[in-house]
């Protein structure tokens, strides 16, 4: 399935992406709640929701839906309850600290890492208005997230498809020269990462990435990577493309650490890191761009299976 947000009315409404319709989630069954994170909360309306697409998948249930070409506004498929972001690209750790003029430490092969970010500056596709003190080196980070469906405690890295819902595009907005300094405290990111990120622009649930999961290509690690392309432009232009099937730490390695005495919760989502050549910090390093984002410019993240995240930064002061 393929799920999307979007506003009417001033409130969220959630629903189904059906050919060029969006199809409201209480048009296709009275007992399903108009949100997409109630679905996710509620094991019973995901139960719901699944026999009701595949009504319509066989032909026994036909609705209208509302046509995207009519401008919707949409919004990131659902907003986080909490959300994590991982460390988990060799090739990005690498050329990130190395740019703080730092080796990849022997602890990164050791486990997973990851660090909590501000669910509540998540936004959507569409115009994302940032503060003048973040503007001198502002980043884009190319990641994908996925977000829990299932309660789960000491989970095992095989096991990480059963307990995800689905899977979207998160852009994860840095203030590099921030990020920089603060770094130097060993608290890990706070404030350089915090101001804004964006998601979507629709939410995939895991089903339809049965053709795209590989086992893991990294010798020493354990379960699936998503063997999906992406592609970047700014302003038009692409300036970057490659493949997220290079992941070192897996994301069941990511929940099986997090969930090591800890329980996780439908809703909770978690960040892959930035993908090797997905930020411009990596593309700086290697002389393939040649300045940091400036007030609106267009970013374009570009997902096989997934679509295309679409920003353009505005400076708000």
């Not at 209480?26 to 699944?50: C, E, F, G, K, Y």
Request: glycine share 8%; aromatic share 10%.
């Amino acid at each position: 399935m393929r799920l999307l947000t979007w506003e009417d009315s001033g409130e969220e409404v959630s629903g189904l992406l059906w050919g060029a319709e969006a199809i409201p989630f209480t048009d296709l069954h009275s007992q399903l709640p108009s949100r997409l994170i109630d679905v996710v909360l509620n094991p019973d309306s995901q139960a719901i929701l699944r026999e009701q697409f595949a009504n319509l998948k066989s032909g026994k249930l036909y609705k209208k839906g509302i046509p995207i070409i009519q401008g919707l506004k949409i919004l990131p498929p659902l907003k986080p309850l909490t959300l994590r972001d991982a460390y988990t690209f060799r090739e990005h750790v690498r050329r990130a600290r190395a740019s703080r003029g730092q080796d990849v430490p022997p602890e990164y092969d050791m486990f997973p890492v990851y660090y909590y970010s501000n669910p509540l500056t998540v936004l959507g596709p569409g115009d994302l208005h940032i503060a003048s003190p973040f503007w001198d080196e502002l980043d884009f980070e190319l990641e994908l997230a996925i977000v829990i469906g299932k309660e789960c405690r000491d989970l095992q890295p095989t096991d990480f498809t059963d307990v995800v819902f689905g899977v979207t595009i998160w852009n994860d907005f840095t203030a590099r020269h921030i990020q920089r300094r603060e770094m130097k405290m060993n608290m890990g990111p706070h404030h350089g990462k915090e101001f804004a990120s964006s998601m979507g622009p629709i939410l995939v649930t895991m089903d339809e990435f049965e053709p795209y999961l590989i086992d893991t290509l990294e010798p020493g690690h354990t379960g699936k990577v998503f063997n999906l392309n992406f592609r970047i432009f700014i302003n038009g232009n692409k300036v970057s493309e490659g493949t997220f099937r290079n992941q070192t730490w897996t994301f069941g390695e990511v929940l099986a650490r997090a969930s090591q005495g800890v329980t996780l919760y439908p809703g909770e989502v978690f960040g892959s890191g930035t993908v090797g050549l997905g930020c411009l910090v990596e593309l700086r390093q290697e002389g393939l761009y040649d300045r940091w984002l400036q007030p609106d410019d267009e970013i374009i993240l570009e997902v096989e299976n997934i679509g295309r995240l679409r920003n353009i930064v505005r400076k708000l002061d």
